[in-house]
Structures are given as structure tokens and as C-alpha cells.
């Protein structure tokens, strides 16, 4: 059994930054891509990162890109979210997820935390 528990959500005013944390285990953690998603209000979960086991390879959606940074500890079984530049429109559930893929798609991922809430006021 997995259990994924992310951390580090709050109430933020339109430019800071937060570090979400996503805690593992149960599984090989290092093996496997980690990858952030979010659901915001009335919306569907998406992409927002992932990271390869190694930490090699990232991947983030355009939204995102240049504003967030996925890292990763394997010594700890923790991946990160650096969010920075929040805005009004980042605020969602954001839910860690562990995967065999490198993939944008939810339906891929195996196991899924319960998520942590960042509300971005404008």
C-alpha cells in the first residue's frame, strides 16, 4: 500500500511563493515519477509537473513554466512544488501522484494523495 501526504497549502496574497511537499511511502519511492495536478473550483483535475525517478527529467504544463520548480529527495521519499509569482487563478486542491510514466495523464498515475489547498487572494 502507498500513502502519498502532501503538505505546506495555505492562504497566500497574489505574488508570494509556496513549497508544497509531497511525503511517501509503502513503495520503492526513488523507482518511480512523481507528478503534481490540480483541481481547481468547478473544474477537472490538471497537469501540473512531473519529475522522473531520477530526478533528471522534468516536465511542467505551460501555465506554469518559469513560475514552478518539481525537485525531489529520495533520501527523504519527498518531491517538492516550488510555487512562485502565485496568482489568483494557482489557487486549487494540488494533489501529489505516483506513476511507472512519464505522463501528463491522470488516469496513469496509481496513487494519489489527498491533496492540500492553496487559495492565491488577488
Known amino acids: 500500500q502507498v500513502q502519498l501526504v502532501e503538505s505546506g497549502g495555505g492562504l497566500v496574497q497574489a505574488g508570494d511563493s509556496l513549497r508544497l511537499s509531497c511525503a511517501a511511502s509503502?513503495?520503492?519511492?526513488?523507482?518511480?515519477?512523481m507528478g503534481w495536478f490540480r483541481q481547481a473550483p468547478g473544474k477537472e483535475r490538471e497537469f501540473v509537473s512531473y519529475?522522473?525517478?531520477?530526478?533528471?527529467?522534468?516536465y511542467y504544463a505551460d501555465s506554469v513554466k518559469g513560475r514552478f520548480t518539481i525537485s525531489r529527495d529520495n533520501a527523504k521519499n519527498t518531491v517538492y512544488l516550488q510555487m512562485n509569482s502565485l496568482q489568483f487563478k494557482n489557487t486549487a486542491v494540488y494533489y501529489c501522484?505516483?506513476?511507472?510514466?512519464?505522463?501528463?495523464?491522470?488516469?496513469?498515475?496509481?496513487?494519489w494523495g489527498q491533496g492540500t489547498r492553496v487559495t492565491v487572494s488577488s
Open positions: 501522484a505516483i506513476s511507472s510514466s512519464r505522463t501528463r495523464v491522470a488516469g496513469l498515475y496509481d496513487y
Open positions: 509503502g513503495r520503492t519511492f526513488s523507482s518511480y515519477v
Open positions: 519529475l522522473t525517478s531520477n530526478g533528471g527529467s522534468t
